[in-house]
C-alpha cells in the first residue's frame, strides 16, 4: 500500500495571533508561514508524489501553491474531510481564555469525551479523516502502485490523531504528539500495519533549544504556532 506524507500547514497568522482558527474563512500564512511554504518544494524534491490532497482552508491551500507551481504535472484535490475539526463555539476565541473552559481539561487528559458546543466531538474528527486515507490509499495504490507516495496537508488535531490511529493508539494518548507548522510526518502502510517512518519532520531542530519561557505542559488545541 502506499506511503502518505501529511504536511501540517506553514504558519497562519491565527497561529502568531493565539487563536483557534478551526474553520473560520480567510485565515492566511503569515509571513513565516510563506517561507515554510516556499521550502516545501526542495525539502520533498527526491519523492515522486502521485498525488496531492488539501483541506479546502486557505492556509492548507496556500501551503502547497509552491509545491504544484514546481511541479506543473501535479494537481491538488479537495477532501473535506482532512478539513479543520470543527470547533463550534470555541472558533475564533483566543487560545488563552480557553485555558479556564471546564471542556479544556477534557480534551487535554480525555479528548476522546471532548465534543466542542455547537461543533463536533474529536473521535468524529479522527473517524472521518481515518475513514478519507482509507479511501484515498485504496485509490492511489489502485491508479499509481503499491509503491506509490502522495501528501495530503491538513490540520495539527487532524495529523496528530492520523498518527494515533495509524500506532494503534487511544485517542485519549494523542495530545502526547507534536506536530510543527509545514511538518512532514510519513506513514507506510502496508497489508498488515502501517509503519510511522517520520514525525512531525521539519529539518530545524531550533525548536528544541531552551527558551527563556518554559512550554506549557498543555498541548495546544489546533496545533500552536511551532517554534519561536
Known amino acids: 500500500m502506499p506511503t502518505l ?29 510563506a517561507a515554510q511554504a516556499a521550502a516545501l518544494p526542495g525539502r520533498l524534491a527526491a519523492l515522486p508524489l502521485s498525488e496531492v490532497v488539501s483541506s479546502p482552508l486557505q492556509r492548507c ?40 473552559e471546564p471542556l479544556m481539561e477534557v480534551v487535554q487528559a480525555h479528548p476522546s469525551a471532548a ?60 495530545q ?4 510543527e507548522p509545514c511538518s512532514v510526518t510519513a506513514i507506510r502502510y502496508t497489508r498488515l500495519r502501517p509503519f510511522l517512518v517520520r514525525l512531525g519532520d521539519t529539518g530545524d531542530f531550533a525548536a528544541l533549544a531552551p527558551r527563556e519561557e518554559m512550554p506549557s505542559d498543555e498541548a495546544p488545541v489546533g496545533g500552536g504556532a511551532g517554534a519561536p
Open 176 to 179: 502526547r504528539i507534536s506536530v
Open 61 to 100: 491551500q496556500e501551503t502547497i501553491r509552491p509545491l504544484l507551481d514546481a511541479r506543473p504535472g501535479l494537481t491538488a484535490r479537495t477532501d473535506d474531510r482532512i478539513g479543520e475539526c470543527d470547533y463550534g463555539d470555541w472558533t475564533g476565541r483566543k487560545l488563552a481564555e480557553l485555558k479556564d
Open 5 to 33: 506524507l501529511l504536511v501540517r500547514h506553514g504558519r497562519s497568522t491565527a497561529n502568531t495571533e493565539g487563536l483557534l482558527a478551526g474553520r473560520t474563512p480567510g485565515v492566511a500564512l503569515d509571513e513565516r508561514g
Open 115 to 174: 465534543a466542542f458546543p455547537g461543533g463536533e466531538s474529536m473521535r468524529t474528527m479522527q473517524t472521518r479523516a481515518a475513514e478519507a486515507v482509507r479511501e484515498w490509499n485504496a485509490r492511489v495504490e489502485r491508479d499509481h502502485g503499491a509503491d506509490a507516495v502522495y501528501l495530503m496537508c491538513s490540520h495539527g488535531d487532524i495529523i496528530k490523531s492520523l498518527v494515533a490511529e495509524a500506532l494503534g493508539l487511544h485517542l485519549d494518548l494523542f
